[in-house]
């Protein structure tokens, strides 16, 4: 059967747009994320814990950005911030108060922050926090687990997804590429261990230990399926690259403001040395940054503040027109005020429980071979029998079956995770009970729909 039958049916309008974004942008999108198969819709409004089409069709979204929209979209306050931050004052050449007052809430929030600097989104993030820890080790390379996504630059697009052929031994990755563009010499400049695999993890990291200046990882890792630390994995790590010597970075992207107010450090109790973060601390706004401890981010200060403009050749750089732009940071500002003044963890989480727990429970009844993958309020469903132990099995999944689940999903008016890896998808403040219910029919239909 065409899965895609009832979608195109009711996206007629969408089809034509898709058609009109090719012309100009290349697959009709502006981030490669954003399309699935076999177009994407395109939104003109949103509210609350909806978006709506060019064809007027209305959507519960639990896609919610891909992580940003915490309270979900458009929350008045957060808006009404924005509005009288542009109205006192966008972007100047010097530093703004309200951007001083965010860095002041996040040193405060994240355990491990001492110092911190903002950027406009993940990719900076970790694409500076590198440069910082190979500035204070001297060393050149870096070591991160297959499978983990840690931004769109060219040192962490190494051994994202690949041919399974490719990756070669399991205990000994080979670092892989994603995509064309990338010179093979970044890709010598990474190492790529196995995540959850005490044994190799340790063989690996002790081979290159002279040359490495961090070790970047995502407490949970999102990017491959959802993928849970076992017990114990992380403090191993921890204490080895203390031994080491070697910067642990905390990739808090997707974690960060969302697992608890100081991240997944605050939710398992173990300080990284550096740590990212993005997505939800802005609310929907272009917000994201970086940050240690002092001692590590004091490579950014110039030897001699005096002659700070010379003195800085010789510091590790870090700058951007944009960087703490002040509607962002009012935006942030007030979504955190927001997530702490209305116990929002809690709610999400509760409603995490609903959702994920209550598709499982769908999954059973149809019996379809799937299973959810959760924390907190972000989590995903795979298309696969077995397990998740490990990011290699993801190749197991059934990537094809998802994309007409999500489809058949999105015409009944719920989004889930976007094909074609299945990205993760999230509760919000904004939705409610009756609308988790709503969407366990929809899923179930769905479901129904592509169990053949
Ligand atoms: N790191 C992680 C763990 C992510 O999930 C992402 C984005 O999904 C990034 C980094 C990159 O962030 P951005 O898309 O804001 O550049």
Redesign the pocket.
């Known amino acids: 059967p065409d899965h895609k039958e009832l979608y195109r049916e009711r996206t007629q309008g969408n089809k034509e747009f898709f058609e009109r974004a090719k012309k100009v942008t290349p697959l009709g999108v502006e981030s490669n994320v954003r399309h699935f198969d076999p177009y994407p819709i395109y939104v003109n409004r949103a509210e609350g814990s909806y978006v709506y089409d060019v064809d007027g069709n209305e959507y519960l979204d639990f896609l919610m950005a891909?992580?940003p929209k915490i309270l979900g979209h458009n929350h008045p306050a957060v808006t009404e911030a924005v509005k009288e931050q542009a109205e006192r004052a966008d972007l100047t050449a010097t530093p703004q108060v309200i951007s001083i007052e965010l860095m002041e809430k996040i040193v405060d929030w994240v355990p491990s922050i001492e110092k911190v600097r903002l950027t406009n989104?993940?990719?900076?993030a970790?694409m500076h926090a590198l440069r910082v820890a190979r500035s204070y080790t001297g060393n050149d390379k870096i070591a991160k687990p297959e499978g983990g996504?840690?931004?769109?630059h060219d040192y962490l697009l190494q051994s994202v997804l690949a041919d399974e052929d490719a990756l070669g031994d399991e205990k000994r990755p080979n670092t892989v590429s994603y995509g064309s563009g990338i010179p093979d010499q970044i890709s010598d400049l990474t190492v790529a261990f196995p995540f959850n695999d005490k044994e190799a993890t340790e063989e690996i990291l002790r081979e290159h230990a002279d040359d490495l200046a961090a070790v970047i990882i995502?407490p949970v890792m999102?990017?491959a399926g959802c993928l849970k630390p076992q017990d114990g994995y992380h403090e191993f790590l921890r204490d080895l690259t203390d031994e080491l010597d070697i910067v642990l970075i905390w990739?808090e992207?997707?974690t960060g403001f969302r697992l608890a107010p100081g991240g997944a450090q605050e939710r398992f109790g173990i300080e990284p040395d550096m740590t990212?973060f993005?997505?939800a601390v802005g609310g929907g706004y272009q917000m994201?940054g970086f940050g240690g401890t002092a001692d590590i981010m004091n490579e950014i200060i110039p030897p001699d503040e005096s002659n700070a403009q010379e003195s800085w050749q010789t510091t590790a750089f870090h700058g951007g027109t944009y960087n703490g732009h002040p509607v962002s940071a009012a935006a942030s500002l007030k979504t955190l005020e927001v997530l702490e003044e209305e116990d929002v963890y809690a709610d999400i989480d509760r409603k995490g429980e609903l959702l994920f727990d209550g598709l499982q429970d769908v999954i059973d009844d149809v019996g379809i071979p799937a299973h959810v993958e959760y924390i907190g309020s972000a989590g995903q469903v795979l298309m696969m029998d077995d397990d998740l132990d490990g990011f290699r099995d993801l190749f197991g999944a059934n990537g094809d079956q998802f994309n007409d689940w999500f489809v058949e999903a999105a015409a009944r008016g719920v989004l889930f995770g976007i094909p074609p890896q299945g990205e993760r998808f999230f509760t919000a403040y904004s939705h409610t009970e009756d609308e988790i219910e709503r969407a366990l029919e929809v899923a179930e239909d769905a479901f129904k729909a592509v169990d053949h």
Request: glycine content about 20%; hydrophobic content about 35%.
């Open positions: 891909l992580g989104s993940g990719s900076e970790t996504y840690g931004g769109a995502e999102f990017s990739d992207v997707m990212t993005a997505k994201a």
